[in-house]
């Protein structure tokens, strides 16, 4: 499953394309919605793949417990047609991963368990 983690280095090391694509992330951002309810990002990352199972089972009892928290608020302001007063709202510096480096760290440590089972031992004949 590709991440947008790969795009985002390309872009960070070239301070051209920063000017270019800050606004314009902080803009989508915006109108994606999800920070009026109070969400984060990774908060809508759906949940059934296994990597993501893995990961959201590491994740620190407060943190997880925050993301329940933020999931059921948005959840019964949907229900409610309302968002939160502004105030309240996520705020793109807020906005930090928080499930992205497990992922990454799980997608690591399968594919070393991929390649130390796929390894092949053979005996030197002398």
């Given at each position: 499953?590709?991440?947008y983690n790969a795009l985002t280095k390309f872009i960070i090391k070239?301070?051209?394309l920063v000017k270019i694509?800050?606004?314009l992330s902080i803009w989508y951002a915006k109108k994606m919605g999800y920070q009026q309810l109070g969400?984060?990002?990774e908060d809508l990352l759906p949940e059934e793949d296994?990597?993501?199972?893995?990961?959201?089972?590491?994740l620190?009892?407060?943190e997880a417990y925050d993301r329940v928290f933020r999931l059921r608020r948005a959840f019964q302001l949907s229900l409610q047609h309302q968002i939160l007063p502004e105030e309240e709202w996520t705020k793109f510096e807020d906005d930090n991963p928080y499930l992205?480096?497990?992922?990454e760290e799980i997608e690591e440590e399968m594919k070393e368990r991929e390649d130390l089972e796929s390894m092949a031992i053979r005996k030197n004949k002398k």
């Open positions: 499953m590709p991440r070239r301070p051209s694509f800050a606004p969400l984060k990002m296994e990597i993501t199972q893995l990961a959201l089972a590491r620190p009892p407060k992205s480096p497990l992922i």
